[in-house]
């Protein structure tokens, strides 16, 4: 069993940061790309950020200079550091990653959200 917990979240208000972290525990291989996305209400989920094993980044052109997203493969933990915050930021946000267990085979794994609000 592999499971990702996501934590960090909170109320904030606009203009500060928050650290969200995510980690995998389970029987795990190897893990390859990592990402975090976001669901407001009423809104489809969107990609923030994602970074790959060897640490190349790609982030939202709405978060870009804002997010920076980052991981440590000794920790099976993926990070999204968040600066500047606006109300518009406000959603669950989800880490998913590339996992290979016991067979080698890489499949996605989703976190269950943390809830991010930033008021005005």
């Known amino acids: 069993q592999v499971q990702l917990v996501e934590s960090g979240g909170g109320l904030v208000q606009a203009g500060g940061s928050l650290r969200l972290s995510c980690v995998a525990s389970g029987s795990i291989r190897s893990i390859s790309a990592m990402a975090w996305f976001r669901q407001a209400p009423g809104k489809q989920r969107e990609l923030v950020a994602t970074?790959?094993?060897?640490?190349?980044?790609n982030h939202a052109d709405s978060v870009q200079g804002r997010f920076t997203i980052s991981r440590d493969n000794a920790k099976n933990t993926v990070y999204l550091q968040m600066n500047s915050l606006k109300p518009e930021d406000t959603a669950v946000y989800y880490c998913?990653?590339?996992?290979?267990?016991?067979?080698?085979?890489?499949?996605?794994?989703w976190g269950q959200g943390t809830q991010v609000t930033v008021s005005s």
């Open positions: 970074i790959t094993s060897d640490g190349r980044t």
């Open positions: 998913k990653a590339g996992i290979a267990v016991w067979d080698g085979f890489i499949r996605d794994y």
